[in-house]
């Protein structure tokens, strides 16, 4: 298996290039094996991961997040067990950290001595961390679709529809405690799109982490978008998502003017 990660790299890669790639093969063999496992049978995926991996989204990731849409057979710490024997199988042996306290459970999935075998790292005892995270509580309103990746291997996977993956971002950028520049990469993608997100899920969502009705809806979408655009700090952003970026000229898209421009242009 270090063989097949090797071969997706290339000579013009840096360092950390290679490090993304290996991270991204790491996440579509953890997404064949809970296909296999028929993990999707219970749950969705989501997040900006699933942007890239369906929809060609130019980031990576570090996360791989769903959400609960059936708790009937829900079973996560046989997750746990099934991605660490189906890695072993692979030849890639996985230490795993397990919580599943609260609504979101959480695997810490880490991978001990491979970017040292791959020749990232001079240091044998270095990992590679992925967080695989299932919301257990997700907020109503979504909407599911599937759509088979041909990403290395063919998956199909079951996630989110786009019009509710907006509204999980628009969440998670304008509701987060601290300023994530993936979220707003992510939304600017969005803002491309020209999409109107799933109102229904985003207003159910905001109810239950603010305990507030936002009223959100076609009418008033863009005063709400251009509100809370001036509460993000651009300059924070750019520091947190450079590293995971293909085309780095990108990062003069964290603009406040160029946003706010585009918001006016995208929903008259």
């Known amino acids: 298996m270090i063989d097949v990660i090797k071969q997706q ?22 997404l064949k094996i809970l296909n296999e496992k028929k993990v999707f049978d219970h749950i969705a995926f989501g997040g900006g991961t699933s942007l890239r991996f369906l929809y060609g989204l130019k980031r990576f990731s570090e996360d791989l997040d769903f959400s609960l849409i059936k708790t009937r057979g829900y079973d996560f710490q046989k997750i746990d067990e099934q991605l660490k ?7 890639l042996p996985l230490e ?3 919580k599943a306290e609260g609504n979101v459970h959480n695997l810490m999935m880490k991978f001990t001595g491979l970017i040292n075998d791959l020749g990232l790292s001079g240091l044998p005892g270095q990992k590679l961390s992925i967080k ?11 909407q599911l679709t ?13 996630h989110y529809d ?13 509701y987060r405690k601290f300023t994530k520049g993936r979220d707003i990469y992510d939304f600017v993608w969005y803002l491309g799109k020209k999409l109107k997100p799933n109102f229904l899920l ?10 507030q009705d936002a009223g959100i809806n076609e009418g008033n979408f863009k005063s ?41 242009g995208v929903y008259p």
């Not at 990746?149 to 079951?158: F, S, T």
């Open 224 to 264: 709400f978008l251009l509100e809370y655009i001036k509460r993000l700090d651009f300059q924070q952003a750019k520091k947190d998502v450079e590293r995971f970026l293909e085309d780095k000229s990108e990062l003069s898209l964290f603009n406040k003017d160029v946003i706010r421009n585009t918001i006016e």
């Open 9 to 30: 790299f290339n000579n013009g890669m840096s360092v950390n290039q290679k490090l993304n790639v290996t991270r991204e093969f790491l996440q579509i063999l953890s």
């Open 146 to 158: 599937n759509t088979i990746i041909n990403k290395i291997y063919m998956v199909n996977i079951v």
């Open 96 to 98: 795993t950290k397990m």
């Open 132 to 142: 695989l995270e299932i919301d257990t509580n997700p907020p109503a309103g979504w």
């Open 202 to 211: 985003l207003n159910n969502a905001i109810q239950q982490t603010q305990g």
């Open 85 to 91: 024997k189906s890695f072993h199988l692979h030849g």
């Open 162 to 174: 786009l019009p509710s993956l907006y509204a999980g971002k628009l969440h998670a950028c304008f």
